[in-house]
């Protein structure tokens, strides 16, 4: 007899608006309410990517509530456009719900890759980050843990993987109110845990890695200089600043981590010249922030 498990996911019932309605408003696509939805499926079913944009929307949600989306559209656009261009040059260039580039506000430079397509950069990392080729290589970082389904494999791997919350459609009166509420409950915690991952304790060791040498290489094939990731990495090591905290503390220790990827720069011939329009065009965007 097959096993069967409960099906969960969050639905939208409000959103966080950033200007008016734009093609890369990433605003509109998070979910920045709960309710509970389920039905029954079979143990052995994989995460469906329309699931993996729901549960993703989900945890962008509690990104922005953490940081407030940074209200510039002509900003929120340019990092969008870079973005989607890195992930368009990468082995999952489209998603269910299509990649959002979003702003937030923090003064400490970091990213975040939800489940799904949902990637976000601090207004600490835009002030950090010199050049649009540095920029690309942090997104090509993110993009590879969404590429990867990092998020999803680690919620696959929690402790709730048993009883399954893969996305469903409506209850349809199959339980009752009170199942409805103890399954929410349960998906919520699937959901914090993730998101504390996504912004707290950073992925494993070994999925950062490869997300650094798949998001060299994507900025590459996107015509980006990947040493660009290097040049970021040092400058954050001559002001002090090591993988030793946050979503950092998995990273392999900055020295390391450089001397990685220049040998999978230097293997994979992946080399770019710097264009000097593209590091105007990054001061331009990024001047007023």
């Known amino acids: 007899m097959k096993k069967y498990i409960i099906v969960i996911i969050l639905a939208v019932v409000s959103f966080v608006a950033v200007g008016a309605a734009r093609a890369f408003d990433i605003g509109s696509a998070i979910n920045a309410g709960v309710t509970g939805i389920s039905k029954v499926a079979e143990a052995s079913k994989e995460i469906t990517p329309g699931e993996e944009h729901y549960i993703g929307r989900s945890i962008a949600a509690m990104v922005v509530n953490k940081y407030p989306l940074v209200q510039d559209a002509a900003l929120t656009d340019y990092v969008n456009k870079v973005g989607l261009l890195v992930a368009y040059n990468s082995e999952r260039p489209e998603t269910y719900g299509g990649y959002h580039f979003g702003v937030v506000e923090s003064a400490e430079a970091n990213a975040f890759a939800c489940p799904g397509g949902f990637i976000f950069v601090t207004t600490g990392m835009l002030k950090n980050v010199g050049t649009e080729d540095e920029l690309a290589t942090v997104l090509g970082h993110e993009v590879a843990h969404v590429a990867h389904r990092d998020g999803i494999n680690a919620i696959k791997k929690s402790k709730w993987t048993d009883l399954g919350f893969y996305a469903a459609g409506q209850a349809a009166g199959k339980f009752s ?32 890695k490869k997300a650094d040498a798949s998001g060299v290489r994507y900025a590459s094939s996107a015509g980006y200089d990947p040493n660009g990731i290097i040049a970021f990495l040092e400058a954050e090591q001559g002001k002090g600043v090591d993988a030793h905290r946050g979503p950092f503390a998995s990273h392999p220790k900055t020295e390391a981590r450089i001397k990685e990827l220049k040998a999978e720069i230097e293997k994979e011939s992946l080399s770019r010249q710097i264009a000097d329009v593209r590091t105007s065009r990054y001061k331009q965007a990024v001047a007023r922030r």
Do not use: A, R, W
């Open 177 to 208: 109110p009170d199942e409805v509420k103890q399954l929410t409950s349960v998906f919520s915690d699937v959901i914090s845990d993730v998101g504390k991952k996504v912004m707290e304790s950073g992925y494993s060791q070994s999925d950062e």
